[in-house]
C-alpha cells in the first residue's frame, strides 16, 4: 500500500475538513429533557463556524427537529433498520427517519454490535438504505482491547470498512462518515494515545484512498469516538486526519458540549 496520508511531521499530504462533532445521546434524555438540552444549547452556541448533529432518542427526533429548525445544528438518529417496511417490531426505517427530515443516521456502533449482534453485513444493508433514502451513514469501526493487545486492530478495521463499505457505488462514497471508536475506549475514560490515534488515522485515510480512490477518500470524513471529552477535545482533534469527534457522555450537558464545540471551532481556524 502506497503511503498518501502522513502526519505533519512526515511531510505528508494532509486533506482537512471542516470539523465534524456528532452527539450520540444513546439511551438518555426525555422528550422534555431534550427539548431543555436544546434550548438551552442553542442560546449558546448562536453563531456555530463548524458542523454539529445530535443524534436523539428516536422519541426526541420530531421534537428535536422542530427546536433545531431556524439553528444550523443537524438531526440525525442512532441507528435504523434496512428493510423500508414490514414485521419488525420496535423498528424503526430509514423513510420514515427522512419523511421527518433527519440527515444522519449512526450505523454499526459497537454497542449495536454487541448487544444486538449486528454484523459487518447487517450494517451494509443498512448503509444502502440509508443511502437510497438520500439520508448520510456515520458507519461505527472499532477494535477490542484484545484485538489491540494482539496488533489486530488494523486488520479489524480493515474487515469491517471492507464488509460495511461492499458494493456501494461510487458516487455515493463521499456521503459517507467513517467514526473510529476502540471499543475498549467507549464509555470508560480511556483514550488511545495521540501517537496510537494518529497511527490509526493515517492507516484508515490510506486504506480509503487504496480501496475507493484519492478522490473519493479525501471526501470521507474521519471522527474520533471513544471517551472524548472537554478535557481532551482539544488534543484529540488536533491530530492530522481527524476530521471531528463522536461525542457520548460528554454530549449529554450542554456546557460541556459547547465546550468541546469551542475547541473544534480553535481547532479548525
Known amino acids: 500500500m502506497v503511503l498518501i496520508y502522513q502526519d505533519k511531521n512526515s511531510g505528508?499530504?494532509?486533506?482537512?475538513?471542516?470539523?465534524?462533532?456528532?452527539?450520540?445521546?444513546?439511551m438518555n434524555k426525555t422528550v422534555s429533557e431534550a427539548e431543555e438540552?436544546?434550548?438551552?444549547?442553542?442560546s449558546l452556541n448562536k453563531n456555530i463556524d463548524i458542523e454539529v448533529a445530535i443524534c436523539p432518542p428516536f422519541l426526541c427526533l420530531e421534537k428535536a427537529l422542530k427546536?433545531?429548525?431556524e439553528s444550523k445544528i443537524k438531526i440525525g438518529a442512532q441507528n435504523c433498520h434496512f428493510e423500508k417496511s414490514g414485521?419488525?417490531?420496535?423498528?424503526?426505517?430509514?423513510?420514515?427517519?427522512?419523511?421527518?427530515?433527519?440527515?444522519?443516521?449512526?450505523?454499526?456502533?459497537?454497542?449495536?454490535?454487541?448487544?444486538?449482534?449486528?454484523t459487518d453485513k447487517i450494517v451494509n444493508k443498512k448503509v444502502k438504505t440509508v443511502l437510497e433514502n438520500k439520508l448520510k451513514p456515520i458507519i461505527c469501526v472499532g477494535e477490542t482491547l484484545s484485538e489491540r493487545e494482539k496488533g489486530k486492530e488494523k486488520e479489524k478495521i480493515k474487515t469491517q470498512i471492507g464488509l460495511t463499505f461492499k458494493d456501494i457505488p461510487p458516487e455515493k462514497i463521499s456521503e459517507i462518515v467513517v467514526a473510529y471508536e476502540p471499543i475498549w475506549a467507549i464509555g470508560t475514560g480511556k483514550t488511545v494515545s495521540i501517537e496510537e490515534c494518529k497511527e490509526m488515522f493515517v492507516f484508515i485515510k490510506n486504506y480509503l484512498a487504496f480501496e475507493y480512490g484519492l478522490k473519493e477518500s479525501r471526501s470521507i470524513r474521519l471522527l474520533y469516538g471513544g471517551s472524548m471529552n472537554e478535557k481532551n477535545a482539544k488534543e484529540l482533534l488536533s491530530v492530522p486526519n481527524v476530521d471531528g469527534g463522536l461525542i457520548g457522555g460528554a454530549s449529554l450537558n450542554p456546557f460541556k458540549f459547547t465546550d468541546i464545540i469551542n475547541q473544534a471551532e480553535s481547532v479548525a481556524q
Open 12 to 26: 505528508g499530504v494532509i486533506v482537512s475538513n471542516k470539523k465534524f462533532i456528532v452527539a450520540n445521546w444513546k
Open 37 to 42: 438540552f436544546l434550548k438551552r444549547f442553542i
Open 67 to 69: 427546536i433545531c429548525k
Open 87 to 118: 414485521a419488525f417490531t420496535g423498528e424503526i426505517s430509514a423513510n420514515m427517519l427522512a419523511s421527518i427530515g433527519a440527515e444522519y443516521v449512526i450505523l454499526g456502533h459497537s454497542e449495536r454490535r454487541n448487544y444486538f449482534y449486528e
